[in-house]
């Protein structure tokens, strides 16, 4: 599990970024901590044999077997789960918790969408709940929320929580294998509701946008969009080859002191590259083919909006970058906040075609 850069740059932050978290969270209306990665690679002339994932995950549409099952959550209300694990790549624990609010009208015959939400370092899922303002949202536009627990990892501190998002190979990590925990969650999901297999997306705010960024990697064909916040991406051992073109939305502060927005250079650690926010969506836009882009459709002050058009299947990668914001999620934009920018996006993305 990666931190950032420099060991005494990471140990800082060790410090700072809990006493953050609370802010940040009020700040956003709605995201936690940090920590992550993703890693930009263009197109390789011939077709690479990915180091990973080759763990199990299941990259590809599911059909839900909940459909026609009594929810085993009260529509209107939010209960933490558990989800069985291999021990093996959980730390030693069998068990994984998450907590999951089904929308005010759930029926159990309707085909309902489903958002993952991750949360920062050191932050709960429970937590992420009531900062984000996602739940009483998703009860207004009838989805589903899930927000999944990280593990902790004692050795970036007493009981700090954080992702695995450098992928298992990487030693720091313990062979934690965070994409096939976000996979089996999924399979128990659709095994007891009604979840739309077309309409699954994923958020997280900082180490929980580094989360979502990550699993570009690895979930493509199953996971419809991505909306990562002030995460950081990575260049990491065994590389990055999704299986499918993806859409994703992305919000960054051009001022933000820990994701820091142009990257860090190799030199600072050459094994694991933090990749610039622009180097990062560049990529994914070549990966999808887009034709155009990146045009601004909207220029002021304080914002940069960007788009890449003309992607295959439908997709689309669209980027916020909001002048002089720090480790925050930003503010409305043109009047609408970040969760209804958010869901108009997925919305308007269903899973790509295989």
């Not at 085993?72 to 068990?95: C, H, I, L, M, Y």
Request: charged share 10%; hydrophobic share 40%; with cysteine.
């Amino acid at each position: 599990m990666r931190l950032y850069r420099p060991y005494a740059y990471r140990m800082m932050l060790l410090t700072c970024v809990p006493l953050l978290f609370g802010v940040v969270l009020l700040m956003s209306g709605g995201r936690s901590g940090r920590l992550l990665p993703a890693r930009a690679l263009a197109a390789p002339a011939a077709t690479p044999t990915p180091a990973w994932p080759n763990d199990g995950a299941v990259d590809h549409p599911v059909a839900s077997a909940g459909c026609g099952l009594a929810s085993p959550v009260s529509p209107g209300t939010t209960e933490k789960q558990s989800v069985a694990v291999n021990p093996d790549t959980n730390e030693g624990f069998a068990t994984r918790t998450y907590w999951i609010h089904v929308p005010t009208g759930y029926t159990a015959t309707q085909p309902t969408p489903l958002l993952l939400v991750f949360h920062g370092g050191g932050g709960t899922g429970i937590g992420t709940e009531a900062a984000s303002g996602w739940s009483p949202f998703a009860d207004q536009h009838h989805f589903l929320v899930v927000y999944p627990q990280g593990l902790p990892f004692s050795r970036l501190g007493p009981g700090y929580t954080a992702w695995a998002a450098t992928g298992p190979l990487d030693t720091v990590g313990n062979g934690v294998d965070d994409l096939l925990f976000v996979s089996n969650l999924l399979d128990a999901l659709q095994q007891h509701y009604c979840v739309d297999p077309q309409r699954i997306y994923a958020n997280g705010f900082s180490a929980g946008g580094g989360m979502t960024s990550f699993l570009t990697c690895g979930l493509t064909g199953r996971i419809a969009a991505f909306a990562p916040m002030s995460g950081d991406a990575y260049q990491f051992q065994g590389g990055c080859y999704p299986h499918h073109p993806t859409s994703i939305i992305e919000f960054h502060g051009g001022a933000d002191p820990f994701e820091v927005y142009e990257g860090f250079p190799a030199r600072e650690d050459p094994d694991w590259r933090r990749i610039g926010v622009m180097e990062w969506l560049t990529t994914w836009a070549e990966r999808d083919g887009c034709a155009a882009g990146p045009t601004a459709f909207i220029q002021t002050a304080t914002v940069l909006a960007q788009q890449w058009t003309g992607c295959r299947d439908n997709t689309s990668i669209v980027h916020y970058r909001i002048a002089g914001l720090g480790h925050s999620g930003p503010p409305p934009i043109n009047g609408q906040s970040a969760l209804s920018i958010m869901w108009s996006f997925f919305q308007a993305h269903p899973l790509a075609a295989a």
